[in-house]
């Protein structure tokens, strides 16, 4: 009779804690969402558009009258967004929610409406700022996204599907960290992927902690492909991104980024292989842009960038974010595999420049119309060609065998010091005085191999 009472006992403790268990958990998720609902608006956005469709050999004109076809309609988007400054009525949200739109009104939980003014925009993060005119607002607060592990729990707060569900709150895990090319490779992308229901409308939302800090913005779904709706998997900004941006728009009106100048790619396995490498972690460097920080401080194709400013790189997604985060201006330090062996380099980042695929683009033209490629003067460069430490230029470090500059006796190696009557100190003034020095289809380069000297005329 002792033991069955024993059992009993253990029996009503064991239901007794699981049941204290649950109803904390509940609490928990309950406390989190009054704490963050009212830093949590419903954002309502509207374009007017005109109608402009009405064609002479249009089949349907005659079902409708002419004049339809020239009124206006309006456009209108549902969203989500943030209370993040109570001082200054800022309010973070996604950039597809409010551009290019006339009119944005934003609901906060108390059924107050506002018009809002949009403060910032940055298409590439996907983010926005825009700013209300109110008082006794709440804003939320920011957590730490480089803290997040996966399986910790998080809940989403937004507006999904019609403003008539403002302030829905779901629940669910970290799924993933670090999630890139889910919308666009040229977007600045490092996802948070979740499992709590995200829809349409949650867009600029919260993804909050069980302390009820921000850790993230929802920004997108993935469905079957067919659907609208939630499939289980969602992606949010995480905070430690946002803030970043956020303070750009705020006080400068823009996002400033670095630019490292280098065409990335990810170390997969074949090609890990094929290089005899133990590791699949890295940046593999494709191209370098020529007058680059990349390719001022000596880095090469076939680089594999392992970390950056003491952070392990583990793909080209990780470093592209790292360095755009970065600022310009300051020196870095960057470990590399080259042929196997590490190596360390010193970096001054600079910003990035406002179209740099252009300038890689243009560069290479005037190289394959010249027929070689000139880097700037490096250390490395001086050592491998026996060039003298005082020399200033350009230094010819790849030449085409079919060309006429190859024709006329220019190698690698050489330093092209002068272009037309203007010396040459850097990359940026070849290019520069290739334009301006050129006489009809000729250009005329002074160009020094050891210790001797002599022109060169070339045809464009």
Do not use: C
């Not at 392992?306 to 755009?324: E, M, P, Q, R």
């Not at 790849?398 to 050489?414: N, Q």
Request: charged share 25%.
């Amino acid at each position: 009779m002792k033991r069955y009472l024993i059992i009993f006992t253990i029996i009503l403790s064991s239901s007794w804690a699981q049941n204290s268990i649950a109803s904390q958990f509940s609490n928990t998720f309950a406390d989190v969402a009054e704490k963050v609902n009212p830093s949590v608006v419903t954002i309502l956005a509207k374009k007017e558009i005109k109608r402009n469709s009405y064609h002479r050999n249009n089949p349907f004109n005659d079902l409708f009258p002419q004049d339809n076809f020239n009124q206006n309609f309006q456009a209108r988007a549902l969203g989500s967004g943030v209370i993040v400054d109570i001082d200054n009525g800022y309010v973070l949200t996604n950039n597809h929610v409010v551009e290019n739109m006339d009119e944005i009104t934003v609901k906060l939980i108390d059924k107050r409406e506002f018009e809002a003014e949009v403060v910032g925009t940055d298409p590439k993060s996907d983010l926005a700022i825009i700013r209300i005119e109110a008082f006794d607002l709440i804003a939320v607060d920011l957590g730490d996204s480089d803290k997040l592990r996966v399986g910790e729990w998080v809940l989403a707060i937004g507006s999904p599907f019609t403003e008539n569900l403002s302030h829905t709150v779901t629940a669910g895990i970290v799924s993933a960290l670090g999630r890139s090319n889910i919308i666009s490779g040229d977007n600045y992308e490092d996802f948070i992927q979740t499992d709590s229901a995200i829809n349409p409308g949650n867009s600029g939302g919260a993804l909050v902690n069980l302390d009820g800090a921000l850790i993230g913005i929802n920004t997108a779904i993935a469905t079957g492909g067919f659907e609208r709706s939630n499939r289980g998997v969602g992606f949010a900004i995480p905070v430690n991104m946002v803030r970043k941006v956020m303070d750009d728009l705020i006080n400068e009106g823009r996002v400033i980024r670095a630019w490292l100048g280098v065409y990335i790619q990810d170390l997969d396995d074949a090609t890990a292989r094929a290089m005899g490498l133990d590791t699949r972690d890295g940046a593999l460097i494709g191209d370098v842009v020529n007058n680059s920080p990349a390719e001022k401080s000596g880095i090469e194709i076939g680089d594999i960038i392992t970390t950056f400013d003491g952070k392990n790189i583990s793909s080209s997604a990780n470093l592209k974010n790292i360095v755009s985060s970065s600022k310009p201006d300051k020196r870095y330090t960057v470990e590399l595999l080259r042929a196997g062996k590490k190596k360390k380099y010193f970096i001054t980042l600079e910003e990035l420049p406002e179209n740099p695929r252009t300038l890689a683009r243009v560069e290479s033209e005037v190289e394959s119309e010249l027929g070689f490629q000139v880097e700037d003067v490096t250390v490395q460069l001086l050592r491998e060609y026996e060039i003298s430490e005082d020399v200033e230029g350009v230094v010819v470090t790849h030449i085409d065998r079919r060309s006429e500059a190859f024709s006329a006796g220019l190698r690698p190696g050489d330093v092209i010091t002068r272009v037309g009557r203007q010396n040459v100190v850097s990359i940026k003034d070849f290019y520069k005085l290739i334009d301006s020095e050129t006489r009809g289809n000729t250009v005329l380069f002074l160009v020094k191999r050891k210790d001797i000297s002599r022109f060169l005329t070339l045809e464009m």
